[in-house]
């Protein structure tokens, strides 16, 4: 089979991934479990995020760079790279900073916060070090994510911290931020975070029917989420979107509390704002609903089959989809769904 160029996204089973070739593979996050490790790919990032898949046979994801990678390690983060990208992952228990966190501070930040701030910061330090300075996607998994944590919401928590160390390490957190996803993970699980960082800077898109994330007002937390709707990375062949985290927002306001369906389908039509923008603003992007690979977090269990109907009737039958359950950021929230999009440029080869 030939490789396609440049950035490729798959979702697989275990039984794919466990046959997979492994020479172009930037990094894998599993969300069924610790994988078996594979002859041939020890030196892997595997981002490992404890949820439930709902789907028994997928639980995969794999970023391909389509030529060869090599791999090594900054701190704590374990990365792999090409000669324009970057895969990187890092896994922080709160249990092993609350002790250190506390240690010598009149007002220590929570365990969580402190995970935030050091595997954001050696993320920085690992891009500095290795000179690819464009964050393009980020996704975040932390424990009770809609907990409260001595008054605050733990995701109001990760906020502050994120963009308190994302400003120490000198880098933007409004405007020219990354695309990002952030969603609960298992309840004894660590903060995990993992990443593709690039040499190109890519272009952010926001969405006309949302307020960015970055400025909306204070009733969500004093610190806003840094982070953009979409990113768009042109490459020699192709353009990649991607695209952040995406419910049923409109303007800064949750809208169809208690209906899954409903939701779903203010999720799918801000989604298709965002290609819109993204073909607008991207030479000779031609991006579509229909050619979306999607991973789609449900809250509840029961709210399963009306979504995947929406999506069927959006998608169509043989979209390449992902379920995971998992908490959402806001608790009225019942569905999120964030996307990868490629886009063939005319006259590639």
Known sequence: MRVPAGLHLEYVSRAEYQAARWDDVLGVASFNGTPEQRAGAEEIPVARVRTHVYSADSGYEVWRAGKPAASGRHERVSFRHTGDMLFGCIAIAESEVAAEGARGRASAPSPLQEATMQAYREICATLDAQAYPHLLRVWNYLPDINGDSAGTERYRLFNSARQQALRTCGRAVTGRV????????????????????????????????????????????????????????????????????????????????????????????????????????????????????????????????????????????????????????RQDLLVEIEATAVSSLAGAA
Request: aromatic share 8%.
């Open 178 to 329: 990354p695309a990002a996803s952030a969603l609960g993970a298992a309840s004894d699980s660590p903060l995990v975070v993992y990443f593709l960082a690039g040499r190109t800077a890519p272009v952010f898109v926001e969405n006309p029917r949302q307020v960015s994330a970055y400025h909306y007002p204070r009733q969500y937390g004093p610190h806003s989420p840094s982070f953009s709707r979409a990113a768009l990375l042109r490459e020699a062949s192709s353009l990649t979107l991607f695209i952040s985290g995406t419910s049923s927002i409109v303007g800064h306001r949750s809208l169809h509390a208690g209906d899954s369906a409903a939701q779903t389908r203010e999720t799918l039509a801000n989604i298709d704002a965002l290609l819109g923008e993204a073909n607008r603003v991207g030479p000779g992007a031609r991006f579509s609903l229909g050619a979306l690979a999607c991973k789609v977090y449900v809250r509840r269990p029961q709210d399963l089959p009306l979504v995947q109907a929406e999506l069927a009737a959006a998608l169509g039958s043989g979209a390449r989809i992902l379920y995971v359950q998992a908490d959402i950021c």
